[in-house]
Protein backbone atom coordinates (compact mmCIF):
# COMPACT_ATOMS: atom_id res chain seq x y z
CA UNK A 1 0.00 0.00 0.00
CA UNK A 2 1.35 3.73 -0.58
CA UNK A 3 1.34 6.11 1.93
CA UNK A 4 -2.65 7.57 0.88
CA UNK A 5 -3.67 3.86 1.87
CA UNK A 6 -4.40 3.73 -2.02
CA UNK A 7 -2.65 0.84 -3.96
CA UNK A 8 -1.38 1.52 -7.91
CA UNK A 9 -4.27 -0.66 -9.24
CA UNK A 10 -6.92 1.45 -7.23
CA UNK A 11 -4.96 4.96 -8.30
CA UNK A 12 -4.96 3.54 -12.18
CA UNK A 13 -8.70 2.72 -11.64
CA UNK A 14 -9.44 6.26 -10.89
CA UNK A 15 -7.20 7.84 -13.29
CA UNK A 16 -9.25 5.83 -16.42
CA UNK A 17 -12.82 6.80 -14.74
CA UNK A 18 -11.43 10.31 -14.42
CA UNK A 19 -11.08 10.61 -18.13
CA UNK A 20 -13.64 9.11 -19.02
CA UNK A 21 -15.93 11.07 -17.02
CA UNK A 22 -14.32 14.53 -18.81
CA UNK A 23 -16.01 13.12 -22.13
CA UNK A 24 -19.27 14.87 -22.40
CA UNK A 25 -22.31 12.14 -22.28
CA UNK A 26 -23.48 12.72 -25.70
CA UNK A 27 -19.77 11.52 -26.79
CA UNK A 28 -19.84 8.29 -24.83
CA UNK A 29 -20.25 5.00 -26.19
CA UNK A 30 -22.13 1.97 -25.13
CA UNK A 31 -20.45 -1.23 -23.71
CA UNK A 32 -21.33 -3.38 -26.91
CA UNK A 33 -19.83 -0.33 -29.18
CA UNK A 34 -16.63 -0.70 -27.35
CA UNK A 35 -16.68 -4.29 -27.59
CA UNK A 36 -17.29 -4.15 -31.78
CA UNK A 37 -14.61 -2.34 -32.01
CA UNK A 38 -12.46 -4.24 -30.66
CA UNK A 39 -13.32 -7.10 -32.56
CA UNK A 40 -12.32 -5.17 -35.62
CA UNK A 41 -9.17 -5.39 -37.77
CA UNK A 42 -9.46 -1.54 -38.96
CA UNK A 43 -11.15 1.16 -36.89
CA UNK A 44 -10.09 4.10 -39.15
CA UNK A 45 -12.26 5.51 -41.98
CA UNK A 46 -15.75 4.49 -42.08
CA UNK A 47 -15.28 2.59 -38.48
CA UNK A 48 -15.01 5.47 -36.39
CA UNK A 49 -16.82 7.79 -38.65
CA UNK A 50 -20.03 5.93 -38.00
CA UNK A 51 -19.86 7.80 -34.54
CA UNK A 52 -19.70 11.38 -35.98
CA UNK A 53 -21.97 13.84 -38.35
CA UNK A 54 -21.70 14.53 -41.61
CA UNK A 55 -20.52 18.33 -40.51
CA UNK A 56 -17.88 16.40 -38.22
CA UNK A 57 -16.66 13.68 -40.80
CA UNK A 58 -16.35 16.72 -43.36
CA UNK A 59 -14.12 19.13 -40.92
CA UNK A 60 -12.15 16.24 -39.28
CA UNK A 61 -11.27 14.93 -42.97
CA UNK A 62 -9.74 18.65 -43.89
CA UNK A 63 -5.75 18.83 -43.88
CA UNK A 64 -5.00 22.05 -41.71
CA UNK A 65 -4.40 24.40 -44.70
CA UNK A 66 -7.43 23.79 -45.01
CA UNK A 67 -8.47 24.44 -41.79
CA UNK A 68 -6.72 27.22 -40.97
CA UNK A 69 -7.97 28.96 -44.11
CA UNK A 70 -11.81 28.40 -43.49
CA UNK A 71 -11.37 30.00 -39.80
CA UNK A 72 -9.33 32.73 -41.32
CA UNK A 73 -11.99 33.02 -44.21
CA UNK A 74 -14.78 32.40 -41.73
CA UNK A 75 -16.45 29.65 -42.91
CA UNK A 76 -15.64 28.07 -39.77
CA UNK A 77 -15.42 29.22 -36.17
CA UNK A 78 -12.85 27.76 -33.94
CA UNK A 79 -15.22 26.60 -31.83
CA UNK A 80 -17.03 24.05 -34.93
CA UNK A 81 -13.64 23.08 -35.68
CA UNK A 82 -12.49 22.05 -32.48
CA UNK A 83 -15.62 20.68 -31.17
CA UNK A 84 -15.37 18.56 -34.26
CA UNK A 85 -11.89 17.07 -33.19
CA UNK A 86 -12.83 16.88 -29.60
CA UNK A 87 -15.70 14.62 -30.29
CA UNK A 88 -13.23 12.55 -33.01
CA UNK A 89 -10.79 12.15 -30.06
CA UNK A 90 -13.43 11.07 -27.14
CA UNK A 91 -14.30 8.16 -29.77
CA UNK A 92 -10.99 7.49 -30.84
CA UNK A 93 -9.56 6.91 -27.21
CA UNK A 94 -12.84 4.73 -26.32
CA UNK A 95 -12.44 2.03 -29.06
CA UNK A 96 -8.38 2.77 -29.02
CA UNK A 97 -7.34 3.70 -25.63
CA UNK A 98 -4.79 6.17 -27.15
CA UNK A 99 -5.65 9.14 -24.88
CA UNK A 100 -3.93 9.98 -20.74
CA UNK A 101 -5.61 13.65 -20.79
CA UNK A 102 -8.45 15.17 -22.42
CA UNK A 103 -8.96 18.77 -21.81
CA UNK A 104 -11.94 19.41 -24.23
CA UNK A 105 -13.82 22.23 -21.90
CA UNK A 106 -10.41 23.95 -21.33
CA UNK A 107 -9.86 23.81 -25.35
CA UNK A 108 -13.96 24.85 -26.03
CA UNK A 109 -12.86 27.82 -23.87
CA UNK A 110 -9.92 28.95 -25.50
CA UNK A 111 -11.77 28.52 -29.21
CA UNK A 112 -14.51 30.71 -27.96
CA UNK A 113 -12.24 33.09 -26.92
CA UNK A 114 -10.06 33.14 -30.33
CA UNK A 115 -13.25 33.64 -31.90
CA UNK A 116 -14.22 36.69 -30.23
CA UNK A 117 -10.25 38.06 -30.59
CA UNK A 118 -10.95 37.14 -34.31
CA UNK A 119 -14.23 39.09 -34.11
CA UNK A 120 -12.60 42.05 -32.76
CA UNK A 121 -9.12 42.23 -34.74
CA UNK A 122 -10.74 40.85 -38.23
CA UNK A 123 -7.58 38.78 -38.57
CA UNK A 124 -5.98 35.45 -36.90
CA UNK A 125 -3.88 36.05 -33.70
CA UNK A 126 -1.21 34.16 -35.36
CA UNK A 127 -0.18 30.92 -38.18
CA UNK A 128 -1.87 28.34 -36.10
CA UNK A 129 -5.53 30.18 -34.97
CA UNK A 130 -7.88 27.87 -33.73
CA UNK A 131 -5.94 24.72 -35.04
CA UNK A 132 -6.49 21.88 -32.46
CA UNK A 133 -2.79 20.28 -31.51
CA UNK A 134 -2.83 16.93 -29.46
CA UNK A 135 0.82 16.95 -27.41
CA UNK A 136 2.01 13.18 -25.69
CA UNK A 137 1.75 12.97 -22.38
CA UNK A 138 5.37 14.66 -21.30
CA UNK A 139 4.20 17.80 -22.13
CA UNK A 140 3.32 19.99 -19.33
CA UNK A 141 -0.48 22.06 -19.90
CA UNK A 142 -1.31 23.80 -16.98
CA UNK A 143 -3.71 22.66 -14.85
CA UNK A 144 -3.40 19.02 -16.03
CA UNK A 145 -1.89 16.05 -15.12
CA UNK A 146 1.44 15.34 -16.90
CA UNK A 147 2.55 11.34 -15.79
CA UNK A 148 4.52 10.13 -18.89
CA UNK A 149 3.05 6.92 -17.63
CA UNK A 150 4.03 6.73 -13.73
CA UNK A 151 1.11 6.18 -11.75
CA UNK A 152 3.42 8.17 -9.18
CA UNK A 153 3.28 10.97 -10.97
CA UNK A 154 -0.62 11.43 -11.09
CA UNK A 155 -1.63 15.16 -9.24
CA UNK A 156 2.00 16.34 -9.09
CA UNK A 157 4.86 17.42 -11.14
CA UNK A 158 6.90 14.54 -12.07
CA UNK A 159 6.69 12.95 -8.47
CA UNK A 160 7.16 16.70 -6.71
CA UNK A 161 4.01 17.44 -4.71
CA UNK A 162 5.24 21.36 -4.19
CA UNK A 163 2.06 23.30 -4.68
CA UNK A 164 3.81 26.24 -6.63
CA UNK A 165 4.38 23.42 -9.31
CA UNK A 166 1.79 20.90 -9.16
CA UNK A 167 -0.71 22.06 -12.66
CA UNK A 168 1.09 25.21 -12.85
CA UNK A 169 3.74 24.65 -15.03
CA UNK A 170 4.00 25.06 -19.10
CA UNK A 171 6.44 23.50 -21.34
CA UNK A 172 7.87 26.45 -22.85
CA UNK A 173 6.82 24.96 -26.70
CA UNK A 174 3.24 24.96 -25.31
CA UNK A 175 3.35 28.51 -24.61
CA UNK A 176 4.56 29.22 -28.35
CA UNK A 177 1.87 27.11 -29.49
CA UNK A 178 -0.53 28.87 -27.76
CA UNK A 179 1.00 32.07 -28.67
CA UNK A 180 0.74 31.39 -32.68
CA UNK A 181 -3.11 30.57 -32.19
CA UNK A 182 -3.13 26.60 -31.94
CA UNK A 183 -5.77 25.10 -29.19
CA UNK A 184 -4.72 22.35 -27.20
CA UNK A 185 -7.48 19.98 -26.11
CA UNK A 186 -5.90 16.34 -25.24
CA UNK A 187 -2.18 14.65 -24.37
CA UNK A 188 -1.81 10.62 -25.82
CA UNK A 189 -0.46 7.14 -24.46
CA UNK A 190 3.16 6.52 -24.27
CA UNK A 191 4.54 3.35 -22.77
CA UNK A 192 6.12 3.36 -19.35
CA UNK A 193 9.82 4.65 -19.19
CA UNK A 194 9.12 6.21 -22.89
CA UNK A 195 12.34 3.35 -23.83
CA UNK A 196 9.90 1.05 -25.51
CA UNK A 197 8.56 0.82 -29.17
CA UNK A 198 5.30 -0.14 -28.25
CA UNK A 199 2.64 1.63 -26.34
CA UNK A 200 1.66 0.37 -23.02
CA UNK A 201 1.39 1.66 -19.11
CA UNK A 202 -0.16 0.42 -16.02
CA UNK A 203 -2.43 3.39 -16.16
CA UNK A 204 -4.12 2.62 -19.44
CA UNK A 205 -2.95 -0.67 -20.39
CA UNK A 206 -2.23 -0.71 -23.81
CA UNK A 207 -2.61 1.49 -27.24
CA UNK A 208 -2.78 -1.00 -30.90
CA UNK A 209 -2.30 -0.05 -33.93
CA UNK A 210 -5.77 1.26 -35.70
CA UNK A 211 -5.15 0.41 -38.90
CA UNK A 212 -4.23 -3.26 -37.68
CA UNK A 213 -5.12 -4.10 -34.22
CA UNK A 214 -3.39 -7.17 -34.37
CA UNK A 215 -0.14 -5.33 -33.97
CA UNK A 216 1.39 -1.83 -32.14
CA UNK A 217 0.73 1.51 -32.76
CA UNK A 218 4.49 1.42 -31.99
CA UNK A 219 5.77 3.99 -29.77
CA UNK A 220 6.80 6.15 -27.79
CA UNK A 221 4.85 8.58 -28.77
CA UNK A 222 2.15 5.72 -29.78
CA UNK A 223 -1.09 7.52 -29.14
CA UNK A 224 0.49 10.55 -31.37
CA UNK A 225 0.47 8.20 -34.32
CA UNK A 226 -3.12 6.12 -33.26
CA UNK A 227 -4.72 10.11 -33.31
CA UNK A 228 -3.02 10.64 -36.35
CA UNK A 229 -4.31 7.64 -38.14
CA UNK A 230 -7.81 7.82 -36.73
CA UNK A 231 -8.24 11.27 -38.05
CA UNK A 232 -8.71 12.04 -34.54
CA UNK A 233 -5.53 14.90 -34.85
CA UNK A 234 -4.45 17.02 -37.32
CA UNK A 235 -1.02 18.01 -35.86
CA UNK A 236 0.77 16.06 -32.94
CA UNK A 237 3.71 16.92 -31.03
CA UNK A 238 6.13 14.13 -29.37
CA UNK A 239 9.57 13.46 -29.08
CA UNK A 240 12.00 10.96 -30.35
CA UNK A 241 15.14 9.03 -28.48
CA UNK A 242 14.86 6.10 -29.90
CA UNK A 243 12.86 6.08 -32.70
CA UNK A 244 9.76 7.92 -30.89
CA UNK A 245 8.31 9.61 -33.49
CA UNK A 246 9.26 7.72 -36.28
CA UNK A 247 8.35 4.56 -35.34
CA UNK A 248 4.88 5.41 -34.56
CA UNK A 249 4.30 7.44 -38.24
CA UNK A 250 5.61 4.55 -39.86
CA UNK A 251 3.40 1.58 -38.31
CA UNK A 252 0.56 4.23 -38.47
CA UNK A 253 0.43 5.38 -41.98
CA UNK A 254 1.27 9.15 -41.38
CA UNK A 255 3.92 11.49 -41.93
CA UNK A 256 6.72 12.79 -38.98
CA UNK A 257 9.99 14.49 -38.46
CA UNK A 258 12.82 14.28 -35.97
CA UNK A 259 14.66 17.37 -35.67
CA UNK A 260 18.07 17.88 -34.42
CA UNK A 261 17.61 17.48 -30.66
CA UNK A 262 18.57 20.78 -30.15
CA UNK A 263 16.45 22.75 -33.08
CA UNK A 264 13.05 22.75 -31.08
CA UNK A 265 12.90 23.61 -26.72
CA UNK A 266 12.59 21.18 -24.58
CA UNK A 267 12.54 23.40 -21.50
CA UNK A 268 9.91 22.16 -18.84
CA UNK A 269 9.14 18.75 -20.82
CA UNK A 270 9.03 15.30 -18.77
CA UNK A 271 11.51 13.06 -19.53
CA UNK A 272 12.81 9.93 -18.50
CA UNK A 273 16.51 9.82 -17.07
CA UNK A 274 17.16 13.82 -17.51
CA UNK A 275 20.33 14.12 -16.35
CA UNK A 276 21.42 11.69 -19.28
CA UNK A 277 22.69 14.43 -21.69
CA UNK A 278 25.03 12.48 -23.87
CA UNK A 279 22.37 11.24 -26.12
CA UNK A 280 19.40 13.41 -26.10
CA UNK A 281 15.63 13.09 -26.97
CA UNK A 282 14.40 15.76 -29.61
CA UNK A 283 11.06 17.34 -30.06
CA UNK A 284 9.34 16.16 -33.11
CA UNK A 285 5.89 16.35 -34.96
CA UNK A 286 3.81 14.01 -36.63
CA UNK A 287 0.92 14.99 -39.06
CA UNK A 288 -0.95 13.26 -41.81
CA UNK A 289 0.11 15.96 -43.91
CA UNK A 290 3.52 16.48 -44.90
CA UNK A 291 2.88 20.57 -44.90
CA UNK A 292 1.64 20.52 -41.53
CA UNK A 293 5.39 19.73 -40.50
CA UNK A 294 6.58 22.55 -42.45
CA UNK A 295 4.19 24.95 -41.44
CA UNK A 296 4.66 23.92 -37.31
CA UNK A 297 8.52 23.97 -37.50
CA UNK A 298 8.42 27.64 -39.44
CA UNK A 299 5.96 28.76 -37.17
CA UNK A 300 7.74 27.65 -34.27
CA UNK A 301 10.66 28.96 -34.78
CA UNK A 302 9.91 32.17 -35.82
CA UNK A 303 9.67 33.09 -32.26
CA UNK A 304 13.65 32.74 -31.64
CA UNK A 305 12.92 29.86 -29.08
CA UNK A 306 16.55 30.32 -28.29
CA UNK A 307 16.13 33.32 -26.10
CA UNK A 308 13.81 31.88 -23.96
CA UNK A 309 15.64 28.32 -23.92
CA UNK A 310 19.58 28.35 -23.68
CA UNK A 311 20.18 25.02 -25.45
CA UNK A 312 18.13 25.56 -28.45
CA UNK A 313 20.69 26.38 -31.28
CA UNK A 314 19.69 30.12 -32.72
CA UNK A 315 18.96 28.90 -36.44
CA UNK A 316 15.93 30.30 -37.98
CA UNK A 317 14.14 28.60 -40.34
CA UNK A 318 16.20 28.96 -43.52
CA UNK A 319 12.84 28.62 -46.22
CA UNK A 320 15.73 29.43 -49.18
CA UNK A 321 16.96 26.01 -48.46
CA UNK A 322 13.47 24.30 -48.93
CA UNK A 323 12.96 26.18 -51.60
CA UNK A 324 16.39 25.53 -53.02
CA UNK A 325 15.67 21.78 -52.90
CA UNK A 326 12.22 21.33 -53.85
CA UNK A 327 13.35 23.54 -57.13
CA UNK A 328 15.36 20.52 -58.18
CA UNK A 329 12.60 18.33 -58.88
CA UNK A 330 8.86 19.07 -60.65
CA UNK A 331 5.67 18.85 -58.77
CA UNK A 332 5.82 15.36 -59.39
CA UNK A 333 9.47 14.79 -58.27
CA UNK A 334 10.89 14.31 -62.07
CA UNK A 335 14.08 15.78 -62.24
CA UNK A 336 14.41 18.88 -64.63
CA UNK A 337 17.00 21.23 -65.75
CA UNK A 338 18.61 21.55 -62.41
CA UNK A 339 21.27 19.02 -60.08
CA UNK A 340 18.98 16.03 -59.87
CA UNK A 341 19.05 14.35 -55.91
CA UNK A 342 21.05 11.77 -54.83
CA UNK A 343 19.81 9.28 -52.66
CA UNK A 344 21.70 6.69 -50.28
CA UNK A 345 19.26 3.60 -49.98
CA UNK A 346 20.43 1.50 -46.75
CA UNK A 347 18.84 -2.01 -46.81
CA UNK A 348 19.71 -3.45 -44.08
CA UNK A 349 22.42 -2.92 -41.28
CA UNK A 350 23.47 -6.35 -41.75
CA UNK A 351 22.32 -7.49 -38.50
CA UNK A 352 18.48 -7.86 -38.59
CA UNK A 353 17.57 -8.08 -42.12
CA UNK A 354 13.93 -6.60 -42.92
CA UNK A 355 10.83 -8.57 -43.39
CA UNK A 356 9.57 -8.76 -46.69
CA UNK A 357 6.80 -5.61 -46.60
CA UNK A 358 9.25 -3.28 -45.96
CA UNK A 359 11.56 -4.98 -48.66
CA UNK A 360 9.43 -4.32 -51.03
CA UNK A 361 8.68 -0.44 -49.59
CA UNK A 362 12.35 0.42 -50.34
CA UNK A 363 12.30 -1.35 -53.60
CA UNK A 364 9.10 0.84 -54.49
CA UNK A 365 11.31 3.99 -53.44
CA UNK A 366 14.19 3.30 -55.40
CA UNK A 367 12.33 2.39 -58.84
CA UNK A 368 10.26 5.71 -58.21
CA UNK A 369 13.96 7.40 -57.90
CA UNK A 370 14.97 6.10 -60.89
CA UNK A 371 12.36 6.62 -62.78
CA UNK A 372 11.97 9.93 -61.91
CA UNK A 373 15.21 10.68 -63.13
CA UNK A 374 17.29 10.93 -59.69
CA UNK A 375 20.38 9.04 -58.83
CA UNK A 376 20.55 5.87 -56.41
CA UNK A 377 23.42 5.01 -54.40
CA UNK A 378 23.58 2.07 -52.94
CA UNK A 379 25.26 1.55 -48.77
CA UNK A 380 26.68 -0.60 -46.36
CA UNK A 381 26.39 -1.07 -42.94
CA UNK A 382 29.94 -0.81 -41.05
CA UNK A 383 22.28 1.66 -14.81
CA UNK A 384 17.92 2.86 -14.28
CA UNK A 385 18.22 4.38 -11.23
CA UNK A 386 16.13 7.29 -12.10
CA UNK A 387 12.89 5.11 -13.65
CA UNK A 388 12.83 2.46 -10.84
CA UNK A 389 12.81 5.56 -8.28
CA UNK A 390 9.67 7.20 -10.26
CA UNK A 391 7.92 3.11 -10.00
CA UNK A 392 8.58 3.30 -6.04
CA UNK A 393 6.33 6.50 -5.81
CA UNK A 394 2.88 4.24 -6.11
CA UNK A 395 4.72 0.80 -5.78
CA UNK A 396 3.70 -0.18 -9.81
CA UNK A 397 5.64 -2.49 -11.18
CA UNK A 398 7.44 -2.74 -14.63
CA UNK A 399 5.38 -3.34 -17.56
CA UNK A 400 6.76 -7.05 -18.36
CA UNK A 401 8.72 -6.44 -21.33
CA UNK A 402 10.79 -4.08 -20.03
CA UNK A 403 11.53 -5.84 -16.63
CA UNK A 404 15.07 -7.49 -16.98
CA UNK A 405 16.34 -4.25 -19.05
CA UNK A 406 15.55 -1.96 -16.17
CA UNK A 407 16.06 -4.20 -13.46
CA UNK A 408 17.53 -2.03 -10.43
CA UNK A 409 21.65 -2.52 -10.64
CA UNK A 410 24.66 -0.30 -9.61
CA UNK A 411 24.79 2.85 -11.73
CA UNK A 412 27.55 2.76 -14.32
CA UNK A 413 31.06 3.98 -13.27
CA UNK A 414 32.04 8.06 -14.59
CA UNK A 415 34.68 6.38 -16.06
CA UNK A 416 33.04 3.75 -18.02
CA UNK A 417 30.70 6.33 -18.95
CA UNK A 418 33.34 8.14 -20.43
CA UNK A 419 34.73 5.85 -22.94
CA UNK A 420 31.16 4.76 -24.09
CA UNK A 421 30.94 8.50 -24.54
CA UNK A 422 34.01 8.76 -26.66
CA UNK A 423 33.38 5.67 -28.69
CA UNK A 424 29.91 7.56 -29.49
CA UNK A 425 32.08 10.48 -31.24
CA UNK A 426 33.61 7.82 -33.06
CA UNK A 427 30.78 6.18 -34.51
CA UNK A 428 29.22 10.10 -35.57
CA UNK A 429 33.03 10.99 -37.27
CA UNK A 430 33.13 7.46 -38.80
CA UNK A 431 29.43 8.06 -40.31
CA UNK A 432 30.27 11.35 -41.74
CA UNK A 433 33.05 10.13 -43.25
CA UNK A 434 31.52 7.31 -44.77
CA UNK A 435 28.69 9.68 -45.93
CA UNK A 436 31.18 12.19 -47.48
CA UNK A 437 32.77 8.66 -49.65
CA UNK A 438 29.64 8.49 -51.22
CA UNK A 439 30.63 11.52 -53.59
CA UNK A 440 34.01 9.72 -54.55
CA UNK A 441 32.58 7.55 -57.92
CA UNK A 442 31.04 11.44 -59.18
CA UNK A 443 31.70 14.32 -57.17
CA UNK A 444 28.01 14.85 -55.65
CA UNK A 445 27.57 13.49 -51.94
CA UNK A 446 23.88 11.85 -51.49
CA UNK A 447 21.53 14.38 -50.38
CA UNK A 448 19.89 11.99 -48.34
CA UNK A 449 19.47 7.96 -46.91
CA UNK A 450 16.00 6.67 -47.44
CA UNK A 451 16.35 3.23 -44.67
CA UNK A 452 13.98 1.12 -42.55
CA UNK A 453 12.26 2.82 -40.03
CA UNK A 454 12.05 -1.03 -37.88
CA UNK A 455 11.90 -4.39 -39.75
CA UNK A 456 8.79 -4.96 -40.29
CA UNK A 457 5.47 -3.04 -40.79
CA UNK A 458 4.31 -2.42 -37.51
CA UNK A 459 4.87 -5.29 -35.46
CA UNK A 460 2.85 -8.35 -33.55
CA UNK A 461 2.87 -6.54 -29.88
CA UNK A 462 5.70 -8.44 -27.88
CA UNK A 463 8.11 -8.97 -30.64
CA UNK A 464 9.82 -5.71 -31.46
CA UNK A 465 13.23 -7.36 -30.90
CA UNK A 466 15.58 -4.81 -33.03
CA UNK A 467 15.60 -1.16 -32.80
CA UNK A 468 18.80 0.06 -34.43
CA UNK A 469 17.37 1.56 -37.24
CA UNK A 470 16.53 4.15 -35.28
CA UNK A 471 18.90 3.94 -32.47
CA UNK A 472 21.76 4.77 -35.11
CA UNK A 473 19.82 8.15 -36.16
CA UNK A 474 19.65 9.40 -32.81
CA UNK A 475 23.49 8.51 -32.42
CA UNK A 476 24.36 10.58 -34.94
CA UNK A 477 22.07 13.28 -34.09
CA UNK A 478 20.62 13.77 -37.72
CA UNK A 479 17.21 14.88 -39.49
CA UNK A 480 14.64 11.99 -40.43
CA UNK A 481 11.41 12.51 -41.68
CA UNK A 482 9.24 9.38 -42.00
CA UNK A 483 6.49 8.87 -45.54
CA UNK A 484 4.04 5.88 -45.84
CA UNK A 485 5.13 3.99 -48.41
CA UNK A 486 2.68 1.06 -48.86
CA UNK A 487 1.00 -1.81 -47.02
CA UNK A 488 1.58 -5.32 -46.11
CA UNK A 489 -0.08 -7.55 -48.57
CA UNK A 490 -0.11 -11.18 -47.33
CA UNK A 491 -0.19 -11.90 -51.77
CA UNK A 492 2.85 -9.73 -52.21
CA UNK A 493 4.59 -10.28 -48.98
CA UNK A 494 5.01 -13.91 -48.86
CA UNK A 495 7.66 -15.44 -46.07
CA UNK A 496 10.91 -17.05 -47.43
CA UNK A 497 11.19 -20.19 -45.82
CA UNK A 498 14.64 -20.39 -47.65
CA UNK A 499 16.29 -17.35 -45.91
CA UNK A 500 18.73 -18.09 -43.46
CA UNK A 501 19.31 -15.97 -40.63
CA UNK A 502 22.22 -14.08 -39.76
CA UNK A 503 21.76 -14.46 -36.20
CA UNK A 504 19.04 -15.04 -32.95
CA UNK A 505 17.72 -12.13 -33.48
CA UNK A 506 17.28 -11.99 -37.12
CA UNK A 507 15.95 -15.62 -36.58
CA UNK A 508 12.87 -14.69 -33.93
CA UNK A 509 12.41 -11.42 -36.06
CA UNK A 510 11.71 -13.74 -39.68
CA UNK A 511 9.98 -15.74 -37.63
CA UNK A 512 7.69 -13.49 -36.46
CA UNK A 513 6.19 -12.59 -39.95
CA UNK A 514 2.61 -13.80 -40.45
CA UNK A 515 1.86 -12.62 -44.03
CA UNK A 516 -1.82 -12.63 -43.12
CA UNK A 517 -1.44 -11.13 -39.69
CA UNK A 518 0.43 -8.54 -41.21
CA UNK A 519 -1.45 -7.56 -44.13
CA UNK A 520 -2.87 -3.86 -44.34
CA UNK A 521 -0.35 -2.64 -42.25
CA UNK A 522 1.17 0.90 -43.09
CA UNK A 523 4.51 0.28 -44.56
CA UNK A 524 6.89 3.43 -44.26
CA UNK A 525 10.24 4.38 -44.77
CA UNK A 526 12.74 7.12 -43.42
CA UNK A 527 14.32 10.05 -45.05
CA UNK A 528 17.61 10.90 -43.19
CA UNK A 529 19.73 14.07 -43.58
CA UNK A 530 22.74 15.22 -41.70
CA UNK A 531 22.51 17.44 -38.41
CA UNK A 532 20.28 20.76 -38.86
CA UNK A 533 19.02 19.79 -42.20
CA UNK A 534 15.39 19.89 -41.20
CA UNK A 535 14.78 22.51 -44.25
CA UNK A 536 16.13 20.18 -46.58
CA UNK A 537 15.36 16.96 -45.40
CA UNK A 538 11.49 18.23 -45.18
CA UNK A 539 11.80 18.78 -49.03
CA UNK A 540 13.45 15.94 -50.04
CA UNK A 541 10.62 13.58 -47.83
CA UNK A 542 8.11 15.61 -49.35
CA UNK A 543 9.65 15.21 -53.20
CA UNK A 544 10.30 11.45 -52.52
CA UNK A 545 6.84 11.38 -51.56
CA UNK A 546 5.16 12.83 -54.77
CA UNK A 547 7.56 10.35 -56.51
CA UNK A 548 5.70 7.68 -55.35
CA UNK A 549 2.93 8.86 -55.60
CA UNK A 550 3.55 9.50 -59.80
CA UNK A 551 4.97 6.37 -59.65
CA UNK A 552 1.37 4.45 -58.41
CA UNK A 553 -0.32 6.73 -60.58
CA UNK A 554 1.55 5.28 -63.66
CA UNK A 555 1.93 1.92 -63.04
CA UNK A 556 -2.26 2.41 -62.43
CA UNK A 557 -2.62 4.07 -65.75
CA UNK A 558 -0.27 1.31 -67.54
CA UNK A 559 -2.42 -1.68 -66.02
CA UNK A 560 -5.99 -0.53 -66.72
Known amino acids: MTADNQTWEAKAAAKRASTLE???????????????????????????????????????????????????????????????????????????????????????????????????????????????ISLKDQFHVSPNDTSMGYIG???????????????????????????????????????????????????????????????????????????SALGASPLGVGTDIGGSVRIPAAFCGTFSIKPTHDRFSYRAVANVIPGQTTYCSSVGFLSSTQDALHLVMKSILSLEPWKQDPRVVPIPWRQNITDE?????????SSNANKPLKVGIFWTDGVVTPQPPVQRGI??????????????????????????????????????????????????????YQDLTIEGRQYEEAYYDYWNSTGEDDGQIADAVIMPVAP???????????????????????????????????????FDDSYKPLNDTDARNWNAYDPEVYSGAPVGVQVVG????????????????SMLQTAKKNTLATSS
Open 153 to 227: WLDSYEGNADPDLVHKVDSQIVSELLSLGAVLYCKTSLPQTLLFGETVNNIIGTTLNPVNQNLSCGGSSGGEGAM
Open 22 to 132: KIPPRWRLEPGEKEKASQQRNITGTFIEQYLSTDEISITGQNPFSLLSKIGSGTYSSIQVVDAFCKRAAIAHQINNCLHEVFFDQALQRAKELDERFSNLQKPVGPLHGLP
Open 363 to 416: RLIVDAVKKAGHKVTFLKADGAQNINAQLNLSGEPLIPPLRESFKPRDPMPVDK
Open 530 to 545: RKYEEEKVWAIGKLIY
Open 456 to 494: HAAVIPGKYYHTAYTEAINLMDYTSTVIPVTKADADLDE
Open 325 to 333: TLARAEADG
